[in-house]
């Protein structure tokens, strides 16, 4: 199946979730689904029939609130059966508004609270460097994430210790629960913060599955620096009525507009 119709798939994925649930967060979800269909569906090093394999390599969700677009990745790609993203956020399911590595196959750390995820990644990277393992860490991180003080302290232990086997993707789709970044707190120049950092950074279109998988490649070459790829991407991206639109951060579709979405994204029953 070629990458883009996953991609197709995972968002229908997404909308569907969301309107069963009636919560969630539509926006950020839909904004990352290629990153994550090409890192799971093309670039990682992973096995769904262990998903624990010491040698496989890790995601980080670091925007922990993006679960939908991480659970339907992971469902899509076997790790459990499709039908349990019909529990999302139900009382007794697995699939709750944050990640939990202890309870969901696939998940390789618990997140939510923002600013942690990178730090984490840090250490699953750290970890492979001291045990000589060959496996790569990646990460999604927001751009509203970026105010908090946690992700700097962690960019620079990333630095400092060369971990050259951490590829960090930002999803800058440019909107936070509040409004925009840079009417909340403005990030930019985010990449020239990142290299001042000692970064190897890149910038790509987020969308654009060739880019993605290109930009993987470029980080992989890059020796004892960590890599940043800014990934411009549309907060809501496949919906129309939600791309851009900064209401959609966290408010699930009622039926007929979830109707209206998958009718877009030619999944509709």
């Keep these: 199946m070629e990458l883009k119709e996953i991609a197709r798939k995972i968002r229908v994925d997404i909308i569907e979730m969301l309107e069963e649930s009636q919560s969630g967060h539509p926006g950020g979800s839909l904004s990352a689904v290629e990153i994550l269909t090409a890192l799971y569906f093309k670039e990682m090093n992973i096995d769904t029939s262990n998903p624990k394999w010491e040698d496989r390599d890790r995601f980080v ?40 590595m202890k309870e969901i196959p696939g998940v390789d750390m618990t997140t939510g609270s923002l600013g942690q995820g990178l730090a984490a990644a840090n250490g699953m990277a750290l970890a492979g460097k001291l045990n000589n393992k060959d496996y790569r860490v990646y990460g999604v991180i927001g751009d509203g994430e970026c105010q908090e003080g946690l992700i700097w302290e962690a960019a620079m232990l990333s630095a400092h210790y060369k971990l050259d086997n951490i590829t960090v993707f930002l999803d800058h789709n440019g909107l936070q629960i509040d409004g925009s970044n840079k009417d909340i707190m403005n990030i ?72 209206k979405a998958l009718e877009e994204l030619g999944g509709a029953k």
């Design 61 to 100: 969700l670091s925007k922990g609130h993006g679960t939908p677009v991480l659970y339907g990745t992971l469902a899509e790609r076997g790790f459990f059966p499709k039908e349990e993203l019909k529990n999302f956020r139900k009382m007794g399911s697995i699939l709750q508004g944050h990640p939990d």
């Design 188 to 259: 930019e120049p985010i990449d020239e913060k990142f290299k001042s950092f000692g970064w190897n950074v890149l910038t790509i279109d987020g969308h654009s599955i060739d880019e993605i998988l290109e930009s993987i490649e470029k980080a992989k070459a890059t020796k004892d620096k960590p890599t940043i790829i800014i990934a411009k991407t549309s907060k809501g991206k496949g919906v129309s009525f939600m791309e851009n639109q900064v209401g959609w951060h966290g408010k699930a579709p009622s039926k007929e507009e979830a109707q």
